[in-house]
């Protein structure tokens, strides 16, 4: 068994496809850890819309390229095209960031996903659920990193959210 983590982003009818995104992951895995959603301006992209992104832990048995074919088959159920350009409008966007101790190349996903380091609309969430967790290359703890992250072009703010009659977030006891 192994603590797997998502970040989930939508910018196209954002709330509905969040929800059903959390609802298809707790169908599937069971009890989820969710951070809050965060509300950000897009990076790299040249369509303003804005994004909302959050982070989805759980424990899974299944294999790396399980989780992929997955989180690939929600986003075209999603409306999300293979063939969109990379830096488009998405209903949805469902990316592996760890599973477990993994490093390296597996059934063709690199982990840990480097938008971990990268991004504060990966770590901001990701230390807010799991501060303690150490990042599997760096060692360093989630909380610590976003302590030190420092990118003032990265524009992001939390936002109430609502998910099964929960305000968000959902983190273990």
């Known amino acids: 068994m192994a603590l797997v983590t998502l970040s989930l982003g939508s910018n196209i009818e954002r709330d509905q496809h969040i929800r059903a995104c959390l609802d298809a992951l707790a169908e599937t895995f069971g009890e989820l850890m969710v951070s809050r959603v965060f509300e950000s301006e897009p990076v790299g992209f040249e ?3 804005n994004f909302y992104n959050l982070i989805v832990a ?6 790396v390229a ?3 074919t997955w989180c690939k088959t929600l986003e075209s159920h999603h409306g999300r ?27 063709g996903v690199t982990l840990p996903r480097e938008e971990i380091l990268r ?4 770590l901001w969430p990701l230390a807010e659920i799991l501060p303690d967790l150490r990042h599997p290359v760096d060692g360093s703890r989630y909380q610590a990193l976003w302590a030190e992250f420092d990118d003032p ?6 936002i109430d959210f609502e998910w099964q009659g929960h305000k968000l977030p959902i983190k273990p006891d």
């Open 119 to 122: 991004h504060a609309f990966v």
């Open 47 to 49: 369509d303003g819309r």
């Open 153 to 158: 072009d990265q524009v992001l703010w939390p």
């Open 58 to 63: 759980f424990n899974s048995e299944w294999q």
């Open 81 to 107: 095209r293979k063939d969109s350009p990379k830096f488009s409008p998405r209903t949805l966007d469902v990316d592996i960031l760890t599973v477990g101790e993994l490093v390296g190349t597996h059934d």
């Open 66 to 68: 399980q989780l992929q």
